[in-house]
């Protein structure tokens, strides 16, 4: 989807103003969520009953129906003879070590698309900084999702594109001052084996998530010029990326840097548990063994 960010005339998204918790109506436009499109369900098939007799027809035929049935099915038993007793022992069994690995992978893979935007960029993201802090960032909106060629750089859409890159999802949060701004990015890779490929074709300190900025919050004029901190992590079938700087433009001071890589690796820190935990496939809610 490249669909650019939705907006006004200024071409920001509309969202909740910070510093006060946005309310679901306020909230920008979400990325095509976790639910599948409305109406998008299977084809149902329609009733259907045997085929009518015909009028005057003789009750002969029907009776010559029934055996020929019943013979078939007989027929059918003896034939599966001994077969019968590995097919119930198969379909009773539990789920085999390499079954439940496969159900786990396909469940993390599929998150993007099933869980909701706010779920996928919860409100507030809370993390640890370097000097032991606890804090939180707090989001100020949702992007539309994006194509990997708008919603990244162009050398980094690149190498992800060579890998097959899907989809990027993208919000903005701004720390506990609402002084920094921080865009974080989830690009959607095929397997994990090629996210991780992909990670290794750019260079995550100086490019990466393009930044979105919300009208009505102090992000508003937070753009990819006012990025000053750069970061990618790879996370199964996933790459969080962040890219963070100064809310107001203010260049960044020598004290202020390890406050911005806090915050970035936060923020994907945050994604990472979103996304790819939950523990044993078997006890996660979306999988029955």
Not at 19 to 27: D, F, G, I
Not at 115 to 132: E, H, K, N, W
Not at 158 to 185: E, F, I
Not at 265 to 278: K, P
Request: with cysteine.
């Amino acid at each position: 989807m490249p669909p650019s960010e939705r907006g006004s005339g200024d071409g920001l998204p509309e969202t909740t103003p910070l510093p006060s918790e946005p309310t679901e109506s306020q909230q920008t436009a979400q990325p095509e969520t976790a639910a599948l499109p409305s109406g998008f369900v299977a084809d149902q098939p329609t009733g259907q009953s045997g085929p009518a007799a015909l009028a005057g027809e003789s009750p002969r035929p029907r009776r010559s129906r029934r055996v020929m049935l019943a013979a078939l099915a007989v027929a059918g038993l003896a034939a599966l003879g001994g077969g019968a007793a590995g097919l119930y022992a198969e379909m009773s069994r539990g789920p085999t070590l390499a079954e439940v690995t496969a159900a786990g992978r396909a469940e993390v893979a599929t998150r993007w698309e099933r869980l909701p935007a706010g779920r996928i960029f919860p409100a507030s993201i809370r993390y640890v900084t370097t000097d032991g802090l606890i804090t939180a960032a707090r989001r100020a909106g949702i992007a539309p999702a994006a194509s990997c060629a708008a919603g990244l750089d162009t050398a980094v859409a690149r190498a992800l594109g060579r890998q097959g890159c899907v989809r990027v999802l993208r919000s903005t949060y701004v720390d506990s001052s609402a002084s920094l701004a921080g865009t974080v990015g989830v690009a959607v890779m095929p397997s994990t084996a090629r996210a991780a490929q992909a990670l290794a074709g750019f260079r995550a300190t100086s490019a990466g998530v393009r930044a979105v900025g919300f009208r009505g919050t102090v992000t508003h004029l937070f753009t990819d010029s006012l990025r000053q901190e750069f970061g990618a992590v790879a996370a199964g079938p996933y790459i969080m990326f962040y890219a963070v700087g100064h809310a107001s433009g203010l260049g960044v001071a020598p004290a202020d840097s390890q406050a911005l890589a806090d915050f970035g690796t936060g923020l994907t820190t945050g994604e990472i548990s979103v996304l790819t935990n939950g523990g044993p496939p078997c006890k996660r809610k979306d999988i029955g063994c």
